[in-house]
T-cell receptor
Framework: AQSVTQLDSHVSVSEGTPVLLRCNYSSSYSPSLFWYVQHPNKGLQLLLKYTSAATLVKGINGFEAEFKKSETSFHLTKPSAHMSDAAEYFC?????????????FGTGTRLKVLA | GAVVSQHPSRVICKSGTSVKIECRSL??????MFWYRQFPKQSLMLMAT?????????EQGVEKDKFLINHASLTLSTLTVTSAHPEDSSFYIC??????????????FGPGTRLTVL
């Protein structure tokens, strides 16, 4: 079975400093992994996706994530935080059941950016 | 590309009435659409998977008679909350997977619908 754990429910950083949002996964096969961002009262926006190609995945808005199979991790990083990055971030792993890919969501990490 | 819309964005209704929420894929055809529910400050919970032209598959614990899902075309799925009660108040989000890439697993999400039942 597939599962995903986001290790921090809240992360606070100062504007201009690096961001690290941690995600560990469990999967019985080579998974697809995603990071999504959700601003208040909005839907989810895809930041980036890993599908067994390059292990370092670059996404939108300067975010990137590295797939590390040995550590079963897919941490999200950004070199310099902006105020607009304040939002909820979800790590997702896919599970294939009943002929359909389903998303398995982490519990989310709320990123706060301090001026 | 890959835009998904939802209508309405917000709805307030009286207890006992039914509410319909529409989910549309605007620039692609979606064989599969998903409906999620999100409680405040929590993650998304998958309610059901809807495939065009067939019955929806509901997750365990989701009442299929209460949450009616119809996926009549490759661009439209609807969720009807029947006989709504205050405990049904929530943020409902749909997503869609493009038909043109049947083996992909990327979902594109709508902006969500805030349902408040008085």
């Amino acid at each position: 079975a597939q599962s995903v754990t986001q290790l921090d429910s809240h992360v606070s950083v100062s504007e201009g400093t690096p961001v690290l949002l941690r995600c560990n996964y469990s999967s019985s096969y080579s998974p697809s992994l995603f990071w999504y961002v959700q601003h208040p009262n909005k839907g989810l926006q895809l930041l980036l996706k890993y599908t067994s190609a390059a292990t370092l995945v670059k996404g939108i808005n300067g975010f990137e994530a590295e797939f590390k199979k040995s550590e079963t991790s897919f941490h999200l990083t950004k070199p310099s935080a902006h105020m607009s990055d304040a939002a909820e971030y979800f790590c997702v792993v896919t599970g294939f059941t009943s002929g359909t890919y389903k998303y398995i969501f982490g519990t989310g990490t709320r990123l706060k950016v301090l001026a | 590309g890959a835009v998904v819309s939802q209508h309405p964005s917000r709805v307030i209704c009286k207890s006992g009435t039914s509410v319909k929420i529409e989910c549309r894929s605007l620039d692609f055809q979606a064989t599969t659409m998903f409906w999620y529910r999100q409680f405040p400050k929590q993650s998304l919970m998958l309610m059901a998977t809807s495939n065009e032209g067939s019955k929806a598959t509901y997750e365990q614990g989701v009442e299929k008679d209460k949450f009616l899902i119809n996926h009549a075309s490759l661009t439209l799925s609807t969720l009807t909350v029947t006989s709504a009660h205050p405990e049904d108040s929530s943020f409902y989000i749909c997503s869609a997977s493009p038909e043109s890439r049947p083996h992909t697993d990327t979902q594109y999400f709508g902006p969500g619908t805030r349902l408040t039942v008085l």
